[in-house]
């Protein structure tokens, strides 16, 4: 039977095949209302998934007026997926919103810090092309090379160790040079409000991928942005696409121990939620902790499926930046009451985002990195000893 106010979505059309997941969120009791770090950050009804994905649906169905407060919700998200795990529906909030925000921005409601994202976007890729220059890369880059890492336009505009350490440490896992990928996955355009854009990204890099025997992903943003959000809008890669945190799992008899060379305390893994609850990858990092400080690594109160975010994600920090520096901070407690220490991660955003708070944080690739160094200097030292001894 039709739903008695079963009114088209003639102001959002853009938005019509996703009406049935609109609707699951409008009409329901909110069971996920919880698991959302936008709204325990700041909690408004408005900034919960059922909140965001009911505005979205009244604008589109001209039940309430096209103006900045209806439209700004959709941006109030990080994209963790935290509410779709907690839904019996598995409905998709995150990829609906993003949606919402492209099909709000051609509608002319665009909030300014997303309309700077898209007006900056080209410069902020740009940064790509340079990682080929980093002294600290060039060595284990080869354009020919089979295999094909993608450092992420967050690691790489920013020059930092974690985007360097993971060309470096894919080509010693892999055994030969790397070619770097210097086109970005379009992730950003999604987020601010340009579908299209993104779409037209995921061709660029389906493109760059052609002949290649796969592509290691550093940044967990975008191996979920080539796994799950290109292959959701219909472009596929012509290349496997891994994170490096599997290549790395898939190596471990490569990684040395690394005693006491992380730092005193606990070493405490946080799931990136792209490459969790986004990739459903939570044993791949934490066998390569394990094999590198010969026990299983520390964790925070919440974790794997139940992860929270670190509120960097979705552009929030751009859009609403106190409540990502609460969901920041909200993160880094957990650690704290978790006993402290060093964090561990593979996402860009998140390792910037505490590391700007104070806390020591690592990205997983400088951890394999100085595993693979220790596995070189045991040998090495074997070497030297059975020489000794000849
Ligand atoms: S994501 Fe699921 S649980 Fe959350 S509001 Fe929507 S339908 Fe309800
Ligand atoms: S994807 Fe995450 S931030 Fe977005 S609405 Fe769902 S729980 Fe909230």
Redesign the pocket.
């Known amino acids: 039977m039709a739903r008695p106010d079963d009114r088209p979505l003639r102001r959002l059309p853009q938005l019509t095949p996703r009406k049935a997941t609109l609707e699951?969120?409008v009409f329901?009791p909110?069971?996920?209302r919880s698991a959302c770090p936008v709204s325990n950050a700041e909690p408004r009804e408005t900034l919960t998934?059922?909140g965001k994905?009911s505005m979205a649906y009244f604008v589109a169905n001209e039940s309430v007026p096209l103006s900045p407060s209806f439209a700004e919700p959709a941006w109030a998200c990080t994209g963790c997926f935290g509410?779709?795990d907690?839904?019996?529906?598995h409905?998709d909030?995150a990829g609906t919103l993003f949606a919402a925000r492209s099909a709000l921005a051609q509608a002319g409601e665009l909030p300014a810090p997303a309309r700077r994202v898209l007006d900056r976007f080209t410069e902020r890729a740009a940064a790509l092309g340079k990682v080929a220059a980093d002294p600290r890369v060039g060595p284990s880059v080869d354009a020919s090379a089979r295999v094909a890492v993608l450092v992420g336009c967050e690691h790489a505009r920013r020059g930092t160790e974690g985007g360097a350490d993971t060309v470096r440490a894919t080509a010693r896992l892999v055994g030969g040079k790397v070619a770097l990928v210097d086109v970005c996955c379009g992730a950003p355009l999604l987020y601010a409000g340009d579908h299209d854009g993104f779409v037209r990204q995921g061709a660029r890099i389906a493109e760059a991928l052609e002949g290649r025997e796969r592509v290691v992903v550093g940044d967990a943003g975008c191996a979920a942005a080539l796994r799950v959000h290109h292959a959701a809008a219909g472009v596929t890669m012509p290349a496997p696409v891994e994170h490096f945190s599997e290549l790395a799992a898939r190596e471990l008899g490569k990684l040395g121990r690394l005693d006491g060379a992380l730092g005193d305390g606990p070493v405490r893994w946080h799931d990136p939620c792209q490459l969790g609850r986004g990739l459903g990858v939570y044993e791949a990092p934490r066998q390569v902790l394990a094999r590198v400080l010969g026990r299983a690594p520390d964790e925070f109160e919440r974790r794997r499926a139940d992860g929270r975010c670190s509120g960097a994600g979705g552009l929030l920090p751009l859009t609403m930046p106190d409540v990502a520096r609460g969901i920041a901070e909200e993160r880094l407690a957990d650690h704290e009451r978790s006993g402290g220490g060093t964090v561990v991660t593979a996402c860009a955003s998140s390792l910037r985002s505490f590391q700007t708070r104070g806390a020591r944080v690592l990205d997983l690739a400088t951890v394999v990195l100085r595993a693979l160094d220790a596995a070189d200097g045991a040998r090495d030292r074997q070497t030297a000893t059975t020489g000794d001894g000849a």
Do not use: A, I, S, T
């Not at 907690?86 to 529906?89: F, G, K, L, R």
């Open positions: 699951r969120c329901c909110k069971l996920c998934p059922w994905m509410c779709r907690h839904c019996d529906h409905n909030v």
